[in-house]
DNA sequence: ATTCACAGTGAGGAAATTATGAACATTGCC
DNA sequence: GGCAATGTTCATAATTTCCTCACTGTGAAT
C-alpha cells in the first residue's frame, strides 16, 4: 500500500485515478492546485505524487521544484503533448516520469508501481539522453532549454523551442507534417497543417545562418539535417 | 492499418466513423449492440473496439466485461454528456479512454491512433525493416529520404524518391505499369501510362551510372534488379 | 530489311506545394 | 480592462514538380 499525492486541478481526473489506486488498495490525498501540493507534501511523507502541468495558481514544473527544495517524494508528471513537452525532461526538477494525454489509469498506476519499486531499490533517477547538442555554432541544451548562436543566447517562442527540439531529437529523420503536429503539437491539435509552415519559418528566421539545417522535404514535412 | 470494431445502436454514428477511419485507411466491421460486438470480437483480432455506452441488448459496460474475459482488445468509449461519467472509467474493465458525443470523427481517428500506438508501443520493441539499402555506390537511406550516388547526395523530386522507394522495396520483383501506378500514384490517378516513362527517365538520369539497376521489361514494366 | 508496337526523350503549360506577410485569436500579466 | 507576446489562420506570391503529348529510338518478328 503506497499513500500516493494526486495533483490536478479537475476533478474528474483526480476521482479516475483515486478510484483505481484504491481499487488497487493505496491510500490517496488529492490537492487541486501547486500550492495545495506542495503544502501538503511538507506535512505528509507520500510514496508518490502525480500531478498534471498544467495548473492554475503554481504549475507542475514550479510546485514540483518546490517539492524538491525539502523532500525527495517521486513524482509522476501528466501532460498532454504540446504542452512545452520538452520542459518533462527537466531531470534537474526530479521528475521521475510522465505520462501523455490522453492516458488510461491502468496505465498510470503501472508506472507508478514501476516508480515506486525502482526508488525502493535504489535512488537512481531516471536515465538522460545526452543533454546537450552542438552543430557548429548552434548549440542546444535540452536542460536548460536554451539555444545559443554563435555564442548568443536566441530568444525563441516555447513552440518554437518545441519545434526546433524534436527536430534535433529526431535529427536525419525524414518528419512529415502529421508526425509532427502529432508529437510537437499534441494529439488534440486539430488545427491546419499549415501552421507549421509558419513556425519553421520563425525558427529559420531566429537561427540566422544555421537555418540551413532545417531543409524542407517537399511533398513530405521536415528534416534537421547535420 | 488498423483492425477496427464500431459497436453502436444508431447507424449514423457507425457511419460517419466509418467514412473517416476508411479514409484514413483502416478496416472497418460494425455492430449494432452489445451482444454482437462480444461474439465479433470473438471471432477477429480488432486493433481496438470503439463502443457506444449505451445500447440495447448488452450495453457498452457489459459487453466490454464480456470482451475482457477471453481478449485485451483496447476499448475506446462512446458516451452522451451526463452519462455516470466516473462509471466510463469502469477500469477493472480496462476501458482506455472515452470520448463525449457529440464528437468530430476526427477526434475520435485521434484517439484512436494515441490508443493503438501506445499499446503497440508496450508490447512490441522495434519494426526495423532495414533502414538503408546499397548497391555498389548507390545508396538509399529510408529513414532520412536520402540517396547517395558515390557519396555525394542526390536531388530526387517527390515523385523519384516514391518511385525509386518503391522499386526497391520491390527489388528483383517484375512490376507492371499498373502496379507502380496503383502503389506509387495512388488508386485515384486516372492519368496516362506514359507519365511513368517520364519519371523513370528521370529517375535514370539522377541515379548516373546506377542507372543500370532499372531495368526495362518491354512489354510489361520496370524491375529494380540488384 | 522492314515493320510496328512499345519505350525513351524534351518541352511547355498545368497543378501542387511551400514561403511569407499580415490579420486575427488567445493567453498571460499588469 | 488593456497590453504585449505568442500562436493560428489565411490569402498571395514564389517555386517546384507533374503530366501530357508529339516525336524519336529500338528491338523482335516476319
Redesign the interface.
Request: charged share 40%; net charge negative; hydrophobic share 30%.
Given at each position: 500500500m503506497y499513500k500516493i499525492l494526486v495533483v490536478d486541478d479537475e476533478e474528474?481526473i483526480r476521482?479516475?485515478i483515486r478510484?483505481?489506486a484504491e481499487?488497487e488498495g493505496h491510500e490517496v490525498d488529492e490537492a487541486c492546485d501547486g500550492m495545495e501540493a506542495v503544502e501538503k507534501a511538507k506535512e505528509t511523507d507520500y510514496d508518490i505524487i502525480i500531478m498534471d502541468i498544467m495548473m492554475p495558481k503554481l504549475d507542475g514544473y514550479l510546485a514540483c521544484k518546490e517539492i524538491r527544495k525539502f523532500k525527495q517524494t517521486p513524482v509522476l508528471m501528466l501532460s498532454a503533448r504540446g504542452e512545452e513537452y520538452d520542459k518533462l525532461f527537466g531531470f534537474e526538477l526530479g521528475i521521475d516520469d510522465y505520462v501523455v494525454k490522453?492516458f488510461?489509469?491502468?496505465?498510470v498506476m503501472a508506472r507508478v508501481n514501476a516508480i515506486v519499486k525502482r526508488n525502493a531499490a535504489s535512488a537512481a533517477p531516471a536515465p538522460a539522453s545526452s543533454d546537450v547538442e552542438k552543430f557548429e555554432g548552434l548549440e542546444i541544451n535540452f536542460v536548460s532549454r536554451d539555444v545559443f548562436i554563435d555564442g548568443e543566447k536566441a530568444n525563441l517562442t516555447p513552440k518554437e523551442y518545441d519545434l526546433l527540439f524534436y527536430l534535433v531529437r529526431n535529427k536525419?529523420?525524414?518528419l512529415t507534417r502529421n508526425k509532427l503536429l502529432?508529437e510537437v503539437w499534441g494529439?488534440?491539435f486539430?488545427g491546419d497543417d499549415r501552421t507549421i509552415d509558419t513556425h519553421i519559418k520563425m525558427l529559420r528566421n531566429n537561427l540566422g545562418p544555421y537555418r540551413k539545417f532545417i531543409v524542407t522535404?517537399?511533398?513530405?514535412g521536415y528534416?534537421f539535417?547535420a
Open positions: 474528474n476521482e479516475v478510484e483505481y481499487f490522453p488510461s489509469p491502468k496505465e536525419n529523420i525524414a502529432e494529439y488534440d486539430f522535404l517537399r511533398g513530405l528534416k539535417e
